[in-house]
């Protein structure tokens, strides 16, 4: 596995990533799969990053974020892939209808319920800028139905 510091270009939100190789990195990044988790933008291009130098003996060190091995990284994978499996079978699909549904649930318009679906960047920033608690979700969801 390899960890890379990505930067959105609309904000330059700077963020790590996990992929298995630099390949890996650009073929996610040509299909649309690599997104900022704060802004939601495509536009990702890599962070300059310092190169990780361990210092002699452990005099110096600091601590050490994640040291798992790549099993423990593909764990922890499938446990979110898991947990998002969870939470979409426990809501209701709204589609498109995603930022409607999301501010009349907020407005108190409509019955309080926990839903998912699909907006625009531009539907998303609107609800996050009214205050409207969203989140996008880690994985890509396909619908079944839907042509690859």
Request: glycine share 8%; hydrophobic share 45%; with cysteine.
């Amino acid at each position: 596995m390899i960890i890379f510091d990505l930067r959105c270009a609309p904000h330059a939100h700077v963020f790590e990533a996990w992929f298995a190789s630099s390949a890996d990195y650009e073929d996610q990044r040509a299909r649309g799969l690599v997104a900022c988790p704060l802004c939601g933008s495509e536009e990702v291009a890599k962070a300059p990053m310092a190169p990780a130098v361990p210092a002699k003996g452990s005099a110096g060190r600091g601590p050490e974020l994640f040291s798992g091995t790549p099993a423990d990284v593909k764990a922890m994978l499938a446990a979110a892939a898991a947990l998002q499996k969870t939470m979409l079978a426990n809501s209701e699909s709204v589609g498109d209808r995603f930022a409607d549904e999301a501010r009349a649930i907020h407005d108190g318009e409509a019955d309080a319920r926990p839903i998912h679906g699909s907006a625009t960047r531009a539907q998303a920033q609107a609800l996050i800028d009214d205050g409207v608690p969203v989140a996008p979700l880690p994985f890509p969801v396909f619908d079944p139905g839907e042509q690859n």
